[in-house]
């Protein structure tokens, strides 16, 4: 027994010993502390030499890429200092139990853009004062190639992107689950051709390759110092969105209670008005201290700060529809258009309507958020009593787009409306689409005005739908467009079938009806 309780004494002796060296008091009077650090704040490292000499306290920064997406260890780290927290906060509910945080700097997300970039996307926008919504139009048409973090480890990319979604969503509130059940940031996404983990290495690698990209989506502060280099051939234009953008506070958080008076003589000395100063000179972020005069390239407004979701599961949606930024994969839509006589008319001018908005003609928020963007592949099958016409394009640039609105623009017509034998080809015209690339997103949009009066019934329909692959049944979902006299509940069965949903153009238009529609999987 006594030989068993001086081994553990002499474990314990040894732990302590270890802890010691890199956590507490080093004899001196000075206390080290280990701290978990975001490679945002590297920046901060030419402060911290006069932190110790005039509190006493020695911060080591342990900086790890994946810092704001994993939950701290604490017994590896007494302290936490992130661009943000509020992913951790938000996905680990136990982060928030005893952690006292202190903003110590701000930043909000914005857009770099090259100077002629920012020209021609100014000049076509009253005032000049530039959207995340003008920017995602870009983004679709090809003109923006941006670079931006991998939101998935690095806290400026999460940011940017519920800054994009938010403003995708119209609300001016907090993302809910329901503004995310349909991918509206696709077209946005098709201009990235850049990224990396951390915020530094994409500043770095934008550097290397600004032949290649013109537009850099991070931090104000990242973007200003970029300009104050000579690594640039031209200083990037600082697009600061109108309908809003995600402030960082880079908090320092307390992880080891037993730690709090060297955290209060911290955060004191950090928050002083001549620290700020400091901070603002060497990091050109925001002070957090109103007293402090902002330097001439920080007082440009922030304007609408806008609110990071309060909801794991929104966040979690927004990842998983943005996906690997090194693996993107094309998305495809196949859309099933009545073509039967009754659609002549107002009817047809209301669907080519709503063709030349999904092409870029429909300048509000939400049509650039859901147009057609480069690299999308599109079908467009026209049928009446039978199928009259399949036309499928890869948008490369506007001849793609003008050659499918040319095929909804052909006059003829069929007799009759074979709603299920459409639907029956927009399957298999799916199947073939994923066999040939079973990563590729297919749906189907299916717009009709009649009730089905030749070809398939619906229950033959559904026994074809039944002997399709699995993975064509799983993966590809139909979205109906009830419009005028169509029977709506065969619509909507076949929607519940397929995992899709029907979206009513009674009630406003099918421009509208086909804008709700876009990004669903």
């Known amino acids: 027994m006594r030989g068993g309780a001086g081994l553990l004494a002499l474990c314990l002796a040894l732990v302590t010993t270890l802890l010691t060296a890199c956590s507490g008091d080093d004899g001196d009077g000075t206390v080290r502390l280990r701290v978990l650090a975001s490679p945002d704040l590297a920046l901060m490292a030419p402060l911290l030499g006069d932190l110790k000499a005039e509190t006493g306290v020695d911060l080591r920064l342990d900086h790890r890429a994946d810092a704001e997406t994993k939950t701290p260890d604490r017994d590896r780290h007494d302290l936490a200092w992130l661009s943000s927290d509020r992913y951790l906060r938000l996905t680990d509910k136990s982060a928030p139990r005893g952690v006292q945080r202190t903003p110590t700097m701000t930043s909000p997300v914005v857009i770099g853009l090259k100077p002629d970039v920012a020209w021609k996307l100014r000049a076509q926008v009253p005032g000049g004062r530039l959207t995340w919504a003008d920017i995602a139009d870009a983004a679709a048409a090809g003109t923006v190639r941006f670079g931006m973090a991998d939101p998935r480890h690095a806290g400026s990319g999460l940011a940017a992107l519920v800054g994009v979604a938010t403003a995708a969503a119209g609300t001016g509130a907090a993302l809910r689950p329901e503004d995310v059940s349909c991918d509206r940031l696709r077209g946005f996404r098709s201009g990235q051709t850049l990224t990396a983990d951390t915020g530094p290495a994409l500043v770095d690698s934008y550097a290397d390759h600004q032949h290649e990209t013109n537009a850099l989506i991070t931090y104000e ?33 307390l992880l080891n209670q ?11 000395w950090l928050r002083r008005d ?3 100063r400091q901070i603002m000179q060497h990091t050109l972020r925001r002070p957090v201290n109103t007293t402090v005069t902002r330097e001439a390239r920080l007082r440009e407004p922030v304007g609408n700060a806008l609110f990071y979701p309060d909801q794991p599961a929104v966040v979690k949606a927004l990842l998983a529809d943005y996906g690997d930024p090194d693996r993107r994969t094309t998305s495809q839509v196949v ?37 057609f963007h480069r690299g999308e592949r599109l079908t467009v099958l026209r049928f009446g009593g039978r199928v009259l016409e399949e036309k499928t394009v890869t948008v ?8 499918l609105a040319d095929t909804v623009a052909r006059g003829d017509y069929g007799g009759a409306t074979a709603v299920w034998s459409a639907l029956d080809r927009g399957y298999r015209t799916a199947a073939r689409e994923l066999a040939a690339d079973p990563d590729r997103s297919v749906s189907l949009v299916l717009m009709t005005d009649g009730e089905n009066n030749a070809g398939l019934s619906y ?27 169509a029977d709506a509940g065969e619509l909507r069965r076949a929607a519940a079938r397929t995992g899709g949903r029907t979206v009513d153009a009674a009630g406003s238009s099918l421009s509208e009806a086909f804008k709700e529609i876009r990004g669903c999987r």
Do not use: C, I, W
């Not at 502060?221 to 300009?227: E, K, T, Y």
């Not at 692959?469 to 109906?480: G, I, M």
């Open 221 to 253: 502060s990242d973007l200003l110092a970029l300009n104050a280099t000579d690594r640039l051939d031209d200083p990037l234009d600082v697009v600061r969105p109108e309908d809003g953008m995600v402030l960082a506070d880079f908090p320092l958080l």
């Open 258 to 268: 037993a730690h709090r008076t060297a955290y209060d003589k911290v955060t004191q």
């Open 274 to 276: 001549s620290v700020q």
């Open 335 to 371: 859309f099933l258009l009545d073509f039967s006589g009754s659609m002549r008319g107002a009817r047809m001018a209301a669907l080519r309507e709503a063709f030349a908005g999904l092409s870029g003609a429909d300048p509000s928020a939400s049509g650039k958020f859901t147009r």
């Open 396 to 403: 490369t640039g506007p001849k793609d787009l003008t050659a």
């Open 459 to 485: 229950a033959e329909f559904v026994r074809r739908h039944e002997a399709l692959p699995a993975a064509v049944r799983t993966a590809v979902h139909t979205y109906p467009v009830h419009f005028s006299e």
